[in-house]
């Protein structure tokens, strides 16, 4: 029989993350700041995929924790709290893209993709760098799906629920983005598509 720590488990994040949840639910500011330190990088990093810029992403991850702080004495379960997360950091999002629709001034110039190599890196720079691209040319609510899936570890059904929609609607918004996402990197996979 193996001693395994209970805190090196694939589930021990999830543990410690509903644990951190009822501290601070009990009033212990130190289990927030630790919840921040914990999560404050995955949303920023989210948010980035889902905007496609840097600036905005880390003002909707500050954004998120203010919601977050907000309402986490009525979240019920605490082990959900990476949906919870993601759900508030979601809308916030969806918010800030339906003022830049409306906005079209701002949107004459897409932002640039960050990083662009020039051919000089790795060839995994260089791949990371197709694969920041192929992101960002994705539909934002398939972007933050992949990114949800592909990134951060989410179930379709927690996909679901992050995006209030059905869980059929996001199987369908990580099949079409793995189909973009496979064409981007493999060009020959677009031969039969004319």
Not at 79 to 89: G, H, K, M, T, V
Not at 110 to 138: V, W, Y
Not at 153 to 182: C, M, N, W, Y
């Amino acid at each position: 029989m193996t001693d395994q720590n209970p805190l090196s488990t694939p589930n021990s994040g999830v543990l410690f993350d509903e644990l951190l949840v009822v501290m601070v639910q009990q009033g212990e500011r130190a289990a927030l700041d630790r919840l921040h330190a914990r999560w404050n990088a995955r949303l920023i990093r989210a948010a980035y995929r889902y905007t496609g810029d840097a600036d905005l992403a880390r003002d909707l991850a500050q954004e998120c924790w203010i919601g977050i702080w907000r309402g986490l004495a009525q979240l019920r379960e605490p082990a959900r709290f990476r949906s919870y997360a993601f759900a508030i950091l979601h809308r916030r999002g969806a918010t800030h893209l339906r003022a830049k629709i409306r906005d079209r001034d701002h949107m004459a110039n897409p932002p640039a993709a960050e990083h662009i190599g020039q051919g000089t890196g790795t060839a995994q720079q260089d791949e990371a760098i197709a694969l920041n691209q192929a992101f960002a040319k994705l539909p934002p609510d398939q972007r933050l799906a992949a990114h949800l899936h592909f990134i951060e570890g989410l179930t379709l059904k927690e996909i679901a629920d992050v995006q209030s929609i059905p869980t059929g609607t996001a199987k369908s918004r990580l099949f079409h983005a793995r189909r973009k996402l496979k064409a981007a990197l493999d060009p020959s996979l677009n031969q039969g598509d004319v």
